[in-house]
């Protein structure tokens, strides 16, 4: 009889160890997620930001969340203006399926529904001081 209740012990305690190794598994896990999540949130919170601004041709908003690099390339929010509502690239609705960051660069990327019909948007961003900005853009045409 106490090989059967020391049998009976030991199963109990390899089944309670296996479910605190799963339970163990899966917190782990969900931080490193939640994690990553919350580590590009920012830049997602800038992308969605500029791209809202471009679909409500706002575009010195849209300029503004630009880095000194690309407003210089760009040169004016009439420029940007030009070249979004010529291309027929000025979205309309988006998500960003892909989002990563490496020390102080950012990139989102998604589908897009633009004026001109279904596309893709890319974005890279970088860290300028505390804040993130966009340092490219493109929103493409299928």
């Not at 309670?16 to 590009?40: E, K, P």
């Not at 000194?68 to 979004?84: E, T």
């Not at 960003?96 to 990327?109: A, I, Q, Y």
């Amino acid at each position: 009889m106490n090989n059967k209740r020391v049998l009976l012990f030991v199963g109990i305690g390899c089944g309670v160890v296996a479910i605190v190794c799963v339970v163990a598994v899966i917190a782990i896990a969900g931080l490193s997620i939640g994690g990553a999540l919350a580590l590009s949130q920012p830049i997602a919170d800038v992308g969605d930001a500029f791209m809202a601004a471009l679909r409500d041709g706002d575009y010195a908003k849209a300029f503004s969340l630009c880095s000194p690099q690309l407003q210089r390339q760009i040169v004016n929010p009439q420029a940007m203006q030009f070249m979004i509502e010529n291309g027929k690239t000025k979205p309309i609705k988006w998500s960003f399926s892909s989002r990563s960051v490496v020390n102080e660069n950012g990139v989102l990327e998604g589908p897009a529904t633009l004026t001109g019909g279904e596309g893709t948007v890319r974005l890279l961003l970088v860290k300028v001081g505390d804040t993130w900005k966009v340092s490219d853009a493109a929103l493409k045409l299928k």
